[in-house]
């Protein structure tokens, strides 16, 4: 009788096979991205049945440039801001990147399952991107796929991956991986590489500006590990920076030219007397810069009206809860408005402190860690030499050195006859209105890169293809993770300049580059040397299990918040109870479904909690008028319309029911007082107009109704 077959484990099998796939071969781009593919589809992937949430109804369906209306061009989206508005009404948001990709795909379909779905594969890239980064330093395939798969599970990333608009936030990241990883290219080539993929980033967002510096540092950081042979740090750090700048400086230029929205007015006031040169400097900088006016918004951020020292402390405060969420994403939300995210009342407190430390303390220890790194790398080498391992070194390359020379001597030579030869006899050489001489920055960036390919080489720490030691490698991902963590997050911090808002989950997309990086080493590292005591060897894998389990989970949990606009607003209001925008909006949410007494008790919550938001009047009002009690809902509208006398979408809405329901005459007499009281403003117009020609348009003038919900841009709004 023939023995039984023996059983298949399929548990051991799947395990082996998974560990075969991450273990056996060099990650390629295509090998890394399938796993993270089918991650990113899994944990980010909404309802096919969802619908425009928040944000995405003002990107999408009223973006005059998506929907083509007015006549606008394919090529209008420079002349654009991200939601599709002229320079004169722009809320600062410059993006056209993601613009020309919506408008390409809008006519392939208008659903908001496809726009959002393309989103979730870019993550993915990004992932991949990551992992190949960290393979390229270390050379450790299990460490280069842990840094990608903790970049894509992170849960905090879930708002900016499973919205439709954080595509920005993805292209951005996009752009600073592709200019990070075009720092492996030789150095005639890198500059190109770097030049171009921050382009691509600045122009998807304004955030990508943070590589400007980032990216050099890598460059310095990275040298010997991408380029054993011939590191020439300063040579190719100063390459990076030259072609980091050019790109930061052509993007400025043309935003201004092709996006000229008006100055900020707080720029335009005069410095005081004895200002220093350095706040002159800062000054000269930002009326170069020429950022578009940001809205101040108390509700949206409170720290926009409270003095610097109460503004820094509450900004630490939020920099620490949001670093707490990268690793303990207990709650997420997609808004945190007033007064979730009060201002401060005191300066020290538990979490400002702990913001402060961990604000400089990563980047001096990311530059301690690139120090000890340095030492240990010339130990190596050395002691290659002295057990007699080394090889022959990489001869130097003198027709590259010379072709390099010549290179670096035109560069100046074409700004000398621009300034001294053709200015002076008036003759003007122009590439599409820039000074031909600007030619000689990628000239100059390139000889750099060149010098750095002509040099001599020397011994190289390790074998071309083996695993690089933790100890030097790891610590250089450890170096730019910290510096980048803290470099990438200060611009959105409400330190330097006061934003829109006082938080958001998406500000992290490039941070958590950074955090990535640093977890990854960490857990390689402490695995690695407890691998070595048979009863401790489990310790990290488990670990490291729950943790990205926990992250899996809640980045799931978060994406179904997506689910719906109703879905979402409930999702948001129950995380961040203490936020009046997120109880509105669910009150909103349900009116739409016809649950208005919900919706009336949500509106007396966020009106609880913001008493002096004309928004939650008029909202609170609006929910009474429509219930059939427009008596009670005109001391909300009276309160509302001379709080926010210019917000004339409030009060269209509730000079619309007033007149449905046959109650705006009865009003007439406090209406005249409110408007003589706001004189210049909407309220003062739109009053008068709705009293006296409220019969012939049926109520407000149709062309200043608003939007409604899921509707497409009004006709005026080109």
Same mark, same amino acid.
């Given at each position: 009788?023939?023995?039984?077959?023996?059983?298949?484990?399929?548990?051991?099998?799947?395990?082996?096979?998974?560990?075969?796939?991450?273990?056996?071969?060099?990650?390629?781009?295509?090998?890394?991205?399938?796993?993270?593919?089918? +991650?990113?589809? $899994? =944990?980010?992937?909404?309802? /096919?049945?969802?619908?425009?949430?928040?944000?995405?109804?003002? @990107? &999408? #369906?009223?973006?005059?440039?998506?929907?083509?209306?007015?006549?606008?061009?394919?090529?209008?989206?420079?002349?654009?801001?991200?939601?599709?508005?002229?320079?004169?009404?722009?809320?600062?948001?410059?993006?056209?990147?993601?613009?020309?990709?919506?408008?390409?795909?809008?006519?392939?379909?208008?659903?908001?399952?496809?726009?959002?779905?393309?989103?979730?594969?870019?993550?993915?890239?990004?992932?991949?991107?990551?992992?190949?980064?960290?393979?390229?330093?270390?050379?450790?395939?299990?460490?280069?796929?842990?840094?990608?798969?903790?970049?894509?599970?992170?849960?905090?990333?879930?708002?900016?991956?499973?919205?439709?608009?954080?595509?920005?936030?993805?292209?951005?990241?996009?752009?600073? +991986?592709?200019? $990070? =990883?075009?720092?492996?290219? /030789?150095?005639?080539?890198?500059?190109?590489?770097?030049?171009? @993929? &921050? #382009?691509?980033?600045?122009?998807?967002?304004?955030?990508?500006?943070?590589?400007?510096?980032?990216?050099?540092?890598?460059?310095?950081?990275?040298?010997?590990?991408?380029?054993?042979?011939?590191?020439?740090?300063?040579?190719?750090?100063?390459?990076?920076?030259?072609?980091?700048?050019?790109?930061?400086?052509?993007?400025?230029?043309?935003?201004?030219?092709?996006?000229?929205?008006?100055?900020?007015?707080?720029?335009?006031?005069?410095?005081?007397?004895?200002?220093?040169?350095?706040?002159?400097?800062?000054?000269?900088?930002?009326?170069?810069?020429?950022?578009?006016?940001?809205?101040?918004?108390?509700?949206?951020?409170?720290?926009?009206?409270?003095?610097?020292?109460?503004?820094?402390?509450?900004?630490?405060? $939020?920099?620490?809860?949001?670093?707490?969420?990268?690793?303990?994403?207990?709650?997420?939300?997609?808004?945190?408005?007033?007064?979730?995210?009060?201002?401060?009342?005191?300066?020290?407190?538990?979490?400002?402190?702990?913001?402060?430390?961990?604000?400089?303390?990563?980047?001096?220890?990311?530059?301690?860690?690139?120090?000890?790194?340095?030492?240990?790398?010339?130990?190596?080498?050395?002691?290659?030499?002295?057990?007699?391992?080394?090889?022959?070194?990489?001869?130097?390359?003198?027709?590259?050195?010379?072709?390099?020379?010549?290179?670096?001597?035109?560069?100046?030579?074409?700004?000398?006859?621009?300034?001294?030869?053709?200015?002076?006899?008036?003759?003007?050489?122009?590439?599409?209105?820039?000074?031909?001489?600007?030619?000689?920055?990628?000239?100059?960036?390139?000889?750099?890169?060149?010098?750095?390919?002509?040099?001599?080489?020397?011994?190289?720490?390790?074998?071309?293809?083996?695993?690089?030691?933790?100890?030097?490698?790891?610590?250089?991902?450890?170096?730019?993770?910290?510096?980048?963590?803290?470099?990438?997050?200060?611009?959105?911090?409400?330190?330097?300049?006061?934003?829109?808002?006082?938080?958001?989950?998406?500000?992290?997309?490039?941070?958590?580059?950074?955090?990535?990086?640093?977890?990854?080493?960490?857990?390689?590292?402490?695995?690695?040397?407890?691998?070595?005591?048979?009863?401790?060897?489990?310790?990290?894998?488990?670990?490291?299990?729950?943790?990205?389990?926990?992250?899996?989970?809640?980045?799931?949990?978060?994406?179904?918040?997506?689910?719906?606009?109703?879905?979402?607003?409930?999702?948001?209001?129950?995380?961040?109870?203490?936020?009046?925008?997120?109880?509105?909006?669910?009150?909103?949410?349900?009116?739409?479904?016809?649950?208005?007494?919900?919706?009336?008790?949500?509106?007396?919550?966020?009106?609880?909690?913001?008493?002096?938001?004309?928004?939650?009047?008029?909202?609170?009002?609006?929910?009474?008028?429509?219930?059939?009690?427009?008596?009670?809902?005109?001391?909300?509208?009276?309160?509302?319309?001379?709080?926010?006398?210019?917000?004339?979408?409030?009060?269209?809405?509730?000079?619309?029911?007033?007149?449905?329901?046959?109650?705006?005459?009865?009003?007439?007499?406090?209406?005249?007082?409110?408007?003589?009281?706001?004189?210049?403003?909407?309220?003062?117009?739109?009053?008068?107009?709705?009293?006296?020609?409220?019969?012939?348009?049926?109520?407000?003038?149709?062309?200043?109704?608003?939007?409604?919900?899921?509707?497409?841009?009004?006709?005026?709004?080109?």
């Amino acid at each position: 009788m023939p023995a039984p077959a023996p059983r298949t484990n399929y548990f051991r099998a799947a395990y082996a096979w998974c560990r075969e796939y991450v273990l056996g071969y060099d990650p390629g781009f295509f090998w890394v991205l399938a796993p993270f593919i089918l +991650l990113c589809m $899994v =944990l980010y992937t909404r309802a /096919p049945t969802t619908n425009y949430i928040f944000d995405e109804q003002e @990107a &999408l #369906l009223a973006n005059p440039y998506v929907n083509a209306t007015g006549g606008l061009r394919y090529i209008d989206a420079i002349f654009r801001d991200f939601w599709g508005l002229p320079p004169d009404r722009s809320v600062g948001s410059y993006r056209p990147v993601p613009n020309f990709l919506w408008r390409a795909l809008w006519a392939i379909s208008k659903q908001p399952f496809f726009h959002h779905f393309y989103n979730v594969l870019f993550h993915a890239v990004n992932g991949a991107l990551l992992s190949l980064v960290t393979f390229r330093i270390t050379r450790r395939r299990g460490t280069a796929y842990l840094a990608g798969a903790i970049f894509v599970s992170a849960a905090i990333l879930t708002e900016a991956v499973s919205g439709i608009v954080g595509i920005a936030d993805v292209f951005g990241g996009m752009g600073a +991986l592709l200019a $990070v =990883l075009a720092l492996a290219l /030789p150095g005639w080539l890198m500059p190109a590489g770097v030049f171009f @993929a &921050l #382009l691509f980033g600045l122009f998807s967002k304004e955030s990508a500006v943070v590589c400007v510096p980032l990216v050099p540092f890598a460059a310095l950081v990275f040298a010997p590990h991408l380029h054993p042979e011939r590191p020439a740090r300063i040579l190719r750090t100063t390459a990076a920076l030259v072609a980091s700048v050019f790109a930061f400086v052509l993007y400025v230029e043309l935003r201004k030219r092709w996006f000229p929205s008006p100055t900020p007015a707080e720029l335009l006031e005069p410095l005081p007397e004895g200002a220093s040169q350095l706040s002159r400097a800062a000054r000269a900088f930002l009326l170069w810069f020429h950022q578009a006016p940001l809205p101040r918004d108390p509700l949206n951020n409170p720290l926009a009206e409270v003095d610097l020292p109460h503004r820094v402390a509450g900004a630490l405060r $939020v920099y620490f809860r949001g670093l707490v969420q990268v690793v303990f994403p207990r709650t997420l939300s997609g808004d945190y408005s007033f007064p979730q995210e009060p201002a401060p009342d005191r300066l020290v407190f538990p979490e400002s402190v702990l913001g402060g430390l961990f604000l400089i303390g990563p980047p001096l220890a990311g530059i301690v860690a690139w120090i000890v790194g340095v030492v240990r790398e010339r130990a190596a080498r050395k002691e290659i030499v002295r057990l007699g391992l080394a090889g022959p070194t990489a001869p130097g390359r003198p027709r590259l050195a010379v072709v390099a020379a010549v290179l670096f001597a035109l560069a100046p030579a074409l700004v000398a006859i621009e300034v001294f030869v053709l200015r002076p006899r008036g003759i003007s050489l122009t590439l599409r209105g820039f000074s031909w001489a600007i030619l000689a920055v990628p000239i100059f960036a390139i000889s750099l890169g060149l010098f750095a390919e002509g040099t001599r080489g020397v011994v190289p720490p390790d074998a071309p293809e083996a695993p690089r030691p933790l100890g030097r490698a790891g610590l250089a991902l450890v170096a730019v993770g910290l510096v980048w963590l803290v470099g990438s997050y200060f611009p959105h911090s409400n330190i330097p300049v006061v934003l829109p808002t006082v938080r958001a989950e998406r500000f992290w997309y490039f941070p958590v580059i950074g955090t990535s990086l640093v977890l990854a080493v960490a857990f390689a590292a402490v695995h690695e040397r407890l691998s070595k005591r048979p009863r401790l060897r489990f310790v990290v894998p488990a670990v490291f299990v729950a943790f990205f389990v926990f992250q899996c989970v809640k980045a799931y949990t978060h994406a179904m918040d997506y689910r719906s606009d109703l879905t979402f607003w409930e999702a948001t209001k129950d995380a961040v109870p203490m936020s009046a925008k997120a109880h509105l909006n669910f009150s909103v949410m349900k009116g739409a479904r016809q649950d208005m007494e919900t919706r009336l008790a949500e509106s007396r919550k966020a009106l609880e909690l913001a008493p002096d938001w004309a928004m939650a009047h008029v909202y609170t009002g609006d929910t009474l008028c429509r219930m059939g009690r427009p008596d009670e809902a005109w001391p909300h509208y009276e309160i509302g319309f001379g709080k926010g006398a210019n917000e004339i979408g409030l009060l269209a809405l509730g000079l619309q029911c007033l007149y449905d329901v046959k109650k705006l005459k009865e009003h007439e007499d406090a209406l005249r007082a409110l408007a003589e009281e706001h004189p210049g403003t909407w309220l003062a117009y739109l009053a008068i107009d709705t009293l006296d020609n409220g019969e012939k348009h049926g109520g407000v003038d149709p062309k200043h109704r608003p939007r409604s919900y899921n509707e497409g841009p009004k006709d005026n709004a080109e």
